[in-house]
């Protein structure tokens, strides 16, 4: 019964996942079909990302106190919902707002799928597997999105690459009904509405001051609103007992690496799609279908290399593959600043190889060392905030893609920032400090069981 529960959380989170992609490609028919705006563009993919990193924790702790397959079941059905409104939408803003509503439902796949994997695989060398191959999903859906909807755009337009998600959510929602038990946490977490709030609130004005700030006057002002939110939320977190945002986590090196390489390594992925597809489309001249067949070798490296770098990091550590990573995210971006409307297709080719290599090596580490070592009541917390950190970088990358001039330079510090940050968290002296933290919660959550209850 494992490997059913095993396909059937890859599965949605392949789903999930490829909704950023897979919509990249789809831009430039945006741009002409809907007459949507350089900013319009980002929101389609940004409203989307946003909403799953604002409430990808919330919807952990949910599943952790109501049942993971029951909220699971429910953001299958809402992701369904979401993807008909996104097909049928007549407008750019109708589109973003449909995106939205899809993001609710895929807020309770990720993460949920994860602590499911978590809970059903106990033994340490089987669940890293079991990890590593589901972290190995994120980036292969990342990957293959782009080849997806250009098959998809140029055989039926940019409104396929919605509607296709529907028959895949039906045989998930029948399978999961069959095959995936129900499971909570030892110990239900309390709502935090306060913490909810704040967390939406930094968030969202980071990301509409760095979309917004070439043509509104309010940009400024929401960065002060989202410092304030920032330190509203560093207060407010640690004076309650079961806090939105688990900052006790973050005494594991391990963790807090992980989450930090996260925000880095999606932040350069999400500007190479946003602007990959788009220089393919519009500054070469390629369909989409070809554009999106330009990205194979990516999609051939993570399918091929994932597995294995999920194997190597069971067995060895995730140093390793982070270093691997972080060199392959610098010298792409690097090389990407160089590409123009007459570089010759096989060097841009080679270039993509680079960012193939980065995306294989990059997310099953992170997703690892996020839960390895925490006891099982924490697994949805902790794979929520590695899942927040992933969408939280994608919408920056995504968001700070608009700018322009030097991104492909900031794409490579920030492959240098995955390097220093694997040297950094993954020594012993790391590792023990995620012991100690697991063992803070531990006993945390053996003086709540051996609580009197009357």
């Known amino acids: 019964m494992k490997i059913p529960v095993l396909a059937i959380c890859c599965a949605s989170v392949v789903v999930a996942v490829m909704d950023i992609s897979i919509v990249t490609v789809a831009l430039p028919s945006l741009r002409r079909d809907l007459g949507a705006s350089t900013e319009g563009l980002q929101w389609t993919v940004d409203a989307y990302t946003l909403v799953l990193a604002g409430f990808l924790v919330l919807a952990g702790s949910t599943a952790d106190r109501f049942g993971r397959k029951r909220v699971f079941l429910t953001g299958l059905t809402v992701f369904g919902l979401g993807s008909l409104l996104c097909s049928v939408a007549p407008g750019i803003g109708w589109l973003i707002a449909a995106r939205a509503v899809?993001?609710?439902?895929?807020?309770?796949l990720n993460p949920v799928a994860l602590a499911i994997v978590v809970t059903t695989f106990p033994e340490p060398a089987a669940r890293a597997r079991a990890i590593g191959v589901f972290g190995s999903m994120?980036?292969?859906?990342?990957?293959?999105?782009?080849?997806?909807?250009?098959?998809?755009?140029d055989g039926l337009g940019w409104r396929a690459v919605f509607w296709v998600n529907v028959p895949i959510i039906a045989v998930a929602i029948a399978a999961t009904a069959v095959f995936v038990p129900e499971s909570r946490a030892a110990r239900a977490r309390r709502f935090d509405p306060v913490g909810q709030l704040l967390v939406v609130l930094v968030l969202g004005c980071v990301v509409a001051a760095i979309i917004e700030a070439r043509r509104s006057?309010?940009?400024?002002?929401l960065l002060v609103v989202a410092g304030l939110a920032a330190f509203a939320l560093l207060r407010h977190e640690p004076r309650r007992a079961d806090p939105l945002l688990e900052l006790r986590l973050f005494r594991s090196v391990p963790f807090s690496g992980a989450?930090?390489?996260a925000l880095c390594a999606l932040c350069g992925f999400g500007a190479f799609l946003f602007l990959t597809t788009q220089y393919l489309q519009d500054v070469r001249g390629l369909p989409a279908l070809d554009a999106g067949l330009c990205l194979l070798p990516v999609g051939v490296l993570v399918l091929f290399l994932s597995p294995r770098v999920g194997r190597l990091v069971g067995?060895?550590?995730?140093?390793?593959?982070?270093?691997v990573a972080g060199v392959a995210l610098a010298l792409g971006g690097t090389a990407s600043a160089w590409l123009g409307p007459a570089t010759?297709?096989?060097?841009?080719?080679?270039?993509?190889?680079?960012f193939g290599v980065f995306l294989a090596a990059v997310n099953p580490p992170i997703t690892n060392s996020a839960v390895s070592g925490m006891p099982a009541s924490m697994a949805g917390v902790a794979g929520s905030l590695a899942s927040a950190g992933r969408q939280t970088g994608t919408t920056l990358g995504v968001a700070l893609a608009g700018a322009g001039a030097g991104i492909w330079w900031l794409v490579a510090a920030l492959g240098a920032g995955v390097l220093v940050?694997?040297?950094?968290?993954?020594g012993l002296r790391a590792t023990a400090t995620a012991a100690r933290a697991a063992a803070l919660f531990a006993e945390v959550e053996g003086a709540g069981l051996r609580r009197p209850t009357g």
Request: charged share 5%; proline share 11%.
């Open 102 to 108: 899809q993001a609710v439902g895929g807020t309770m």
């Open 138 to 153: 994120s980036g292969l859906a990342l990957a293959l999105g782009p080849i997806l909807g250009g098959v998809l755009v």
């Open 217 to 221: 006057p309010m940009t400024l002002g």
């Open 259 to 261: 989450i930090a390489t």
């Open 315 to 323: 067995t060895r550590g995730p140093r390793l593959p982070l270093v």
């Open 344 to 354: 010759p297709l096989p060097l841009v080719l080679a270039d993509f190889l680079l």
């Open 421 to 426: 940050l694997a040297l950094v968290t993954t």
